[in-house]
């Protein structure tokens, strides 16, 4: 397909990668998802013809990689559909899973539908830690699922989520990798935004734990090399310096939710004053080039101090604005991950904090359509400070699972 040769809003580059996130619904629960913490309120899905009008624009505009994703995008009974547009449109199509609703007919039909990627999440290698922090009993559907990647000739790319729960089994998590002769596998720690920063306290590793883990991931590359790839994504509480956050605001990424709302980044709709516009309403065009909502944090402008005068400022632009706004209410401060950051402390106490064994006490929140709808509530009636990492604490009663968490 022919590209638009009309010429680019000066200094903004197009988009490279279109995040499709198709649906929030899943028969998941994890307690890491990165899924807004309102995520229930999103009914309102893009239909089928929504999403290849999405698709359309998003190419004409330059984006070559797409990103399936939700929720449990295989939840949608058209995305065979929608794979097979995108993969006429030209696009490298790849299929983010944690395998719930993958059968045999259906890998079969992506496959004639072009779909060129996918990538499957496991919890853990043991099956009752995985099927503990997903609130399922998916272990084994998900092991069928990997042998159905290898059946249909597909890579092997496995996702395993790391925290303190699990990190202690990196090794056993390896093993089952190349077991199931995956060439590629991500483990990638989790990062705390949604419902992951919820449960910070218990998932956040200790730096010891890290440190072996991180030592294993070392003897695994040695030992096997380019036949399984691993990727060890360090949390960011544990450097002195941000990440520079989806390689610049509005530079490369663009999401679009389930109800077609457009964001620079999967959680950026938390940040205040900021009106994100739909691909129901504007060109997707329009609203990489032109939204305010998209120029917001573009060059440094909108920087304050120690960010501004930083020489190292092109390195990381200041970091996470959604981190920023979550550890110090501001979204224009520097990322507290930061230590030139006066809100340092916030990340050190809260790295302290991870050596205590009585992190324990608190109860992990799944992430359940049901506590989705009870944070709404509270915002809604001004009960609600969503920058505080605790929301549901006043509410949540000693569980089950508090016990069984203790067990691990
Ligand atoms: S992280 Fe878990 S609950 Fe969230 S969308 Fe993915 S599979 Fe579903
Ligand atoms: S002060 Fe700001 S720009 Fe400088 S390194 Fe820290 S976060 Fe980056």
């Known amino acids: 397909m022919k590209l638009s040769e009309k010429p680019r809003e000066k200094n903004i580059a197009p988009p490279l990668w279109l995040l499709a996130e198709v649906t929030y619904r899943c028969p998941l629960n ?7 913490v309102d995520y229930a309120k999103q009914h309102n899905e893009l239909t089928t013809a929504e999403w290849v009008k999405v698709l359309r624009e998003g190419r004409k505009m330059g984006a070559a990689q797409l990103g399936l994703s939700g ?11 929608i794979v097979e547009e995108a993969r006429k449109l030209g696009y490298y199509v790849n299929l983010l899973t944690s395998g719930i609703g993958m059968t ?15 990538q499957l999440s496991f919890q853990d ?45 990196i090794e056993q998590i390896l093993n089952m990798a190349e077991a199931m002769g995956a060439e590629f596998v991500e483990l990638a720690n989790t990062q705390f935004y949604s419902w992951g920063m919820l449960n910070r306290d218990q998932l956040l590793p200790s730096e010891e734990q890290l440190k072996r883990a991180e030592k294993i991931t070392h003897k695994f590359r040695d030992r096997l090399g380019n036949k399984m790839k691993l990727f060890f994504i360090m949390p960011d509480y544990y450097s002195t310096r941000p990440k520079k956050c989806m390689n610049g605001w509005g530079n490369v990424f663009i999401t679009v ?35 305010p909502g998209f120029n917001k944090f573009r060059g440094d402008d909108w920087m304050k101090e120690p960010c501004k005068s ?20 501001d979204p224009n401060a520097a990322d507290p991950v930061c230590d030139k950051s006066p809100h340092h402390s916030k ?36 009960q609600l400070d969503i920058t505080s990492s605790r929301l ?3 509410d949540s009663k000693p569980s089950k699972e508090k016990s069984r968490v203790g067990l691990v």
């Not at 930083?310 to 920023?324: I, V, Y």
């Open 257 to 291: 939710q389930a109800d077609g709302m457009v964001l620079p980044c999967h959680v950026a709709s938390m940040l205040p004053d900021i009106n994100f516009e739909s691909v129901r309403n504007k060109s997707l065009d329009w609203i990489w080039y032109k939204s």
């Open 347 to 382: 990340i050190s106490e809260a790295v302290i904090a991870s050596q205590k064994p009585s992190n324990y006490e608190r109860p992990i929140v799944f992430r359940t359509d049901n506590d989705s709808r009870k944070i709404m509530q509270k915002r809604d009636k001004g």
């Open 310 to 329: 930083c020489p190292e400022k092109e390195n990381d632009l200041g970091g996470c604005r959604c981190q920023a706004f979550m550890l110090t209410g």
């Open 71 to 81: 929720g449990e995008p295989l939840l949608r009974k058209d995305l065979e559909e």
């Open 125 to 169: 290698s043991t099956k009752e830690m995985n099927d503990f922090l997903s609130s399922t009993k998916t272990f084994d559907l998900k092991k069928k699922v990997a042998g159905l990647i290898k059946e249909y000739d597909y890579p092997m790319v496995l996702n395993c989520v790391l925290h303190r729960l699990n990190i202690d089994h």
């Open 104 to 118: 045999e007919e259906r890998i079969k039909n992506l496959k004639i539908a072009g779909l060129d990627h996918i």
């Open 392 to 394: 549901l604490e006043r």
């Open 30 to 36: 994890c307690v890491f998802c990165y899924n807004p």
